[in-house]
């Protein structure tokens, strides 16, 4: 069942789920803040390019974000709901504007100094440590289909129960990354039966909001030759024209 977000999201949702009453709360305070507020929807300034990016490559073309204060004023400028950052970005700034607009505090990155890069997201800081600095929410990435993917869904898991106990709600990014999901000139990084797939284990270890890529094709499963499929996945359940992915919450 899809639900269309609306004011009484929180009430059709998560009203009778096992969130405590606290985690209502956060979501009602991201939900209820910025331009978008009691809508449903949400609009949330993500920036940890500095870390999966490079800080060089990513604010050289704009040097003013390299001073964290940037970033945040640009989220309330911008009327976002909330401001997804690094645990240094918000942490450097958190006395000044925790209050001011809902913090999402991301858990773990992907940095890029490793060399040869590997598709794995590690921890770069506790659930304590964003709950001591005010933030309503916190944030992470799984790569799945990666070799690191279940050590990544174990940690991601425990993370977000506790973040759950102290009364912050959870984001996840549910990306794929797996060099075999390009067969030739199609990436199916994007293709509705995988990320459909990769929702439904992100909603399943009880992220509150899923981020994913808009589907650009579909059949991952039979293009790469694995997992399981019903043909209905893409005749009754998707199609050409409208690729649907059905997710619990």
């Known amino acids: ?14 009203i009778d789920s096992d969130r405590n009453i606290r985690v209502l709360n956060s979501l009602k305070t ?7 507020a009691n809508t449903g929807y949400v609009s949330i300034l993500p920036v940890d390019q ?23 004023k640009l989220a309330i400028e ?21 209050h001011k607009i809902p913090f999402i505090v991301k858990l773990n990155h992907n940095e890029l100094l490793t060399y040869p890069n590997s598709f794995d997201q590690v921890m770069f800081g ?3 440590e964003a709950w001591n600095m005010g933030a309503v929410a916190v944030g992470a990435t799984i790569y799945f289909g990666s070799d690191q993917s279940r ?35 199609v990436d199916y990084h994007s ?41 209905r996945m893409y005749t009754e359940l998707s199609s050409e024209t409208r690729l649907i992915s059905a997710v619990i919450r």
């Open 1 to 14: 069942m899809i639900h269309i977000p609306s004011p009484d999201t929180i009430d059709k949702v998560w």
């Open 30 to 36: 991201l939900l209820r803040h910025g331009r978008l």
């Open 191 to 231: 293709a509705a039966d995988l990320t459909g797939q990769a929702d439904r284990l992100g909603v399943t270890i009880k992220a509150n909001i899923v981020k994913q890529k808009l589907p650009t094709n579909n059949g991952g499963f039979k293009a790469i030759g694995f997992g399981k499929i019903d043909e």
């Open 126 to 128: 506790t659930v304590k």
């Open 151 to 185: 050590r990544q869904l174990i940690e991601i898991a425990e993370a977000f129960e506790y973040a759950h106990e102290l009364g912050m709600a959870t984001i996840l990014w549910c990306y794929l990354r797996n060099s075999d999901f390009k067969k030739g000139a």
């Open 50 to 72: 500095d870390i999966e990016h490079t800080a060089g490559a990513s604010f050289a073309p704009n040097p003013i974000y390299f001073d964290p204060e940037n970033i945040v």
């Open 78 to 98: 911008g009327g976002c709901n909330g401001v997804d950052s690094t645990f240094g970005i918000l942490g450097s700034v958190a006395r000044r504007y925790a």
